[in-house]
């Protein structure tokens, strides 16, 4: 028995999960070909993914074909959702990229061809049975974006304005389907011509995979499909044959071929060379090697914690022990499964190359290494991307703080794409993910896997305060000595614009006007006051205060009098000395195809950004740098996405505080104001 591991991938809404499931049904996987739309597919089995009908997590699906076993991983289209398609790729030896014959060649089957680079690489063109399908122009842009790899295999051919059947270009049959049943008919008299041209493109790539055939394709003899099929296996290995497919997921039309292909062409594990370890070195994929393994993603249901791993080297039986080498911990394989949406099958072993999930592991996270004890391997894990979008969550009711907090923690397990933080300055919860339907997605699990309602609004900033001139003589007097026991403690302090962020103090006092003891008291009363400036409340930061004179009393100063003191020749004399909100600026990378330039620039500078260079990437596009306030980057992620339709991307790190414009000052202290009468 062979295996195949193989990932499909494209934008959402393409076809995916439906190919799947027609592949189950097709080979007796799933008793009934389910639908996306009626929310029964094996796939898409999450009430999460029922609800909003697209794919949100990777899924690996076993589909048994001709004495093989084909591991189909469907992934989510959305690019909120990225971080699934790696963890599928990550365990793929080929991409499946499915592209539509209606849509055409579109965002999501670049960004497929991209995170395949270094994979085989075969394409499906699904839904050649919608009317405005146009097959051949979509081969033809395909070659035409992707190069002279791509190459036809399976074409669609028409009865009347319908297509019926489908052509092996490889073996010059043609197919139909009928009641979930293949059966073979004669070519199509009008597609001859048609299946001799894309038969002479196909034995072009295969001429190039091998010298002998070379020389055969200049003699101008025919190939033999075997001489055909040996071709397609050793280009898509080496990459320069991508075999294209086609067909209908409703009606299963083309699906067999498509198994057949992946069984007959797509490289078996152990085929396409060594792992590589996190430090970059080789390790076998050797059957007869020490049990290794590599989890590419975790499952938490109602039933635990799933860990879905790939043997990469020997063989992994149930009752194992096996060492982690992240934690260096043992964790015992009690049950190992395979499973099929959300059915489960215990087995006693899985070998070499095959993919399966493991229940109740103690601790381990997605992208670690298991191997047998004494090995000490660590593979490279996944590279998932970086959290770009954040919002701060807050419970609907009071009192959901926690259980939102448990949540998250809990969803982080199976999810490592974003991020949270409890902000103690904002005084908000904040959740960074992918975007808005990964965070919709995480506040909706929140409700229904754990009970708590969730509210949503914008992070908010943590702005700073400073002074810019220096200020002298200000008086900060405590008093009150109406009889009893008196309060009393005098300073004249001097504020002026300091070198470090932090609070710097000094004292030149002379002659004891204010005694030695009480000077710490006065430092601390400044320090508990600098927390909140006086123009909208936030931290004040690059403030030297120096105590140059005051009184005191024998009997009733006292350290609480003084730090009072302090606090009121800060009141007085921060506001006077020029004080000005500060914002924190971000440096920011947008990676950008060139046609985006003009598009991107002039959305900076309506975020007030400074655009600093532009370069060309290694991948042909555009990297534009530049600074921007970070109050302005609040949905860049989303404008982003819209601005490029998903084709750029960026980092923002924060980089330092600088003052903000006046017009702008004003209109944070204006909603500054209001978020505070609105928490009291
Ligand atoms: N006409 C037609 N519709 C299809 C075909 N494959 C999928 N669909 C429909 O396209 C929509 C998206 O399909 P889905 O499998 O969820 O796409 P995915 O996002 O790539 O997984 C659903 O409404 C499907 O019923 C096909 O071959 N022909
Ligand atoms: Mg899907």
Known sequence: MGIRNVCLLGHGGEGKTSLVESMLFLTGGADRLGKVTDGNTVSDFDPEEIRRKISLAATPLPVEFGGHKLNVIDTPGYFDFAGEVLEGLRVADTGVIVASAKSGVGVGAEKAWKYCKNKSKMIYISKVDEENADFSGTFAKLRDVFGVSVCPVVIPASAGDKVSSVINIVTGKAYTVGGGKVSEIPVPADMEETVKGYLATLSENVAETDEALMDKFFAEEPFTAEELQKGIRAGMLSGSVTPVFCGCALTGLGTELLLQGIADYAPAPDETGDETTADGKAIKQDPAGPAVLLVFKTLIDQYGKFSFFKVVSGTVTADMSLQNSRSGGTEKLAHIFVVKGKKNT?????????????????????????????TQVALKGIDFPEPCYALAFAPKSKGG?????????????????FTVKNDAETRQFVVTGQGDIHLDVLCQRLKSRYGVEVETEEARVAYREKIRKKVTGIEGKHKKQSGGHGQFGRVIMEFEPGETEDLIFEEKIFGGSVPKNFHPAVEKGLRDSIPHGVLAGYPVVFLKATLVDGSYHDVDSSEMAFKLAARLAYKAGLPLGNPVLLEPVGALKVFIPDSYMGDIIGDLNKRRGRVMGMNPDTDGGQIVEAEVPMAEMNTYAIDLRSMTQGRGSFSLKFERYEETPAAVQQKIIEETKRIEEEEE
Do not use: Q
């Not at 070998?351 to 191997?371: E, F, M, Q, R, Y």
């Not at 703080?401 to 794409?417: S, V």
């Open 346 to 374: 215990e087995v006693k072993e899985l070998k070499c190359g095959d993919i399966g999930a493991v229940s109740k592991l103690n601790d381990t996270k997605t992208g670690d290494t298991l191997s047998a004890p004494g």
């Open 401 to 417: 703080e926690e259980k939102i907090a448990t949540g998250l923690n809990r969803m982080a397990e199976e999810d490592l794409t």
